[in-house]
């Protein structure tokens, strides 16, 4: 069985001042561009933050249903007009600032955790 490393080559599209930032950093660590993304990868920390997804994925049906409660509420304010039950309309225009603060403060926290969670890489210089 043969231990030898084979090699591929990646192609990656980048902003042009990244290419250049890119050769800098190998020139002054007196790598190649290749010595460098390899040392790059194998000393990068990257934070996966468990759950995200769905975190976010969470917060936007709560966004939705809220979005929801506020289109049936217009629609009844419009179809009855004079009629309609300014009280009821009243409490739950209440409960849904409630729900948006909620909603806020979850989004406020999930973003400070995740940006603390978040690390740089250690680029060789």
């Known amino acids: 069985m043969s231990s030898e490393v084979k090699h591929v080559q990646i192609n990656a599209i980048v902003p042009l001042s990244q290419r250049e930032l890119l050769k800098e950093r190998a020139r002054q660590a ?14 990068m920390v990257i934070d996966v933050s468990p759950g995200l997804p769905a975190q976010l994925k969470e917060l936007n049906s709560w966004l939705g249903r809220i979005n929801s409660n506020l289109n049936m ?4 304010a419009n179809r009855h007009r004079a009629e309609a039950d300014s009280e009821l309309i009243r409490l739950h225009l209440v409960k849904i600032s409630a729900d948006v603060s909620e909603l806020v403060s979850v989004a406020s926290e999930l973003k400070k955790t ?6 740089k890489a250690e680029v060789p210089s």
Do not use: D, P
């Open 73 to 76: 509420l217009a629609h009844h």
């Open 114 to 119: 995740n940006r603390t969670r978040r690390k």
């Open 30 to 43: 007196e790598l190649t561009i290749s010595e460098l993304i390899n040392k790059m990868i194998s000393s």
